[in-house]
């Protein structure tokens, strides 16, 4: 079935250092992919989206690009700060009995030290 | 948007026992979502609770033992029953807007210990 995996952590950072979170996936056609955050004490939001290969999707400074060809949709950010401490999800979006139902990657767990 | 509580925010139970998770959501959705995340595993889906319907349960999990209710369009529970260890985990609830399953706003999630 569908599946995402994501590069496994923990994995600390000092400020303003480059970030690169893999994340490849396992599907049926050519699903839309998405990043999730979970900020401490908080719910898992949506950070940022793709629908069809090469697109790109970007919000706060994060970036990702669906590449088609390698089935990967690679998070990164160029200068990470205290405040992006927090767990990244990768996950795809399934159609399964007419309903659409996301897929999670096992999240990975990002410390920015000062 | 919408903002997503729930209750408890963590409990440490008996095996055998059931615990009630609730819910609650600042604005009227149609789609809620049970999810459960085992420690170091992703989140798994454990059943959609739509407005309207009855619970649509994933493979693997039955109404039996997660039993859920949705009496409006603002609230629903999640049953855990007669628990045992392998129930300890993180449940979260969700909620999309219709047309948006992608798009899923979480509660911070119930970190349940069974001893």
């Known amino acids: 079935g569908d599946s995402v995996t994501q590069m496994e952590g923990p994995v600390t950072l000092s400020e303003e250092a480059f970030l690169t979170i893999n994340c490849t996936y396992t599907?049926?056609?050519?699903?839309?992919l998405f990043w999730y955050v979970q900020y401490p004490g908080e719910g898992l939001q949506l950070l940022l989206k793709?629908?069809?290969?090469?697109d790109k999707g970007s919000n706060k400074g994060f970036e990702a690009t669906y590449r088609k060809e390698t089935t990967s949709f690679h998070l990164e950010k160029g200068s990470v700060q205290v405040s992006d401490s927090a767990v990244y999800f990768c996950?795809?979006?399934?159609?399964?009995?007419?309903?659409?139902?996301?897929?999670f990657g096992k999240g990975m767990k990002l410390t920015v030290n000062p | 948007s919408a903002v997503i509580s729930q209750k408890p925010s963590r409990d440490i139970c008996q095996r055998g026992t059931s615990l009630t998770i609730q819910c609650q959501v600042d604005?009227?959705?149609?789609?809620m979502f049970w999810y459960r995340q085992q420690p170091g595993q992703s989140l798994t889906l454990i059943a959609t609770?739509?407005?309207?319907?009855?619970?649509?349960?994933e493979s693997g999990f039955v109404i039996d033992k997660f039993p859920i209710s949705r009496p409006n369009l603002t609230f629903s529970t999640l049953t855990v029953s007669n628990m045992s260890p392998e129930d300890s985990s993180i449940y979260l609830c969700?909620?999309?807007?219709?047309?948006?399953?992608?798009?899923?706003?979480f509660g911070p999630g119930t970190r349940l210990t069974v001893t």
């Open positions: 969700s909620v999309a807007f219709w047309g948006r399953t992608y798009e899923q706003y």
């Open positions: 599907a049926t056609g050519y699903p839309s």
């Open positions: 793709a629908t069809k290969a090469d």
């Open positions: 996950a795809l979006i399934r159609t399964q009995g007419g309903s659409e139902k996301l897929v």
């Open positions: 604005s009227q959705v149609t789609m």
């Open positions: 609770a739509n407005q309207g319907s009855e619970a649509t349960y």
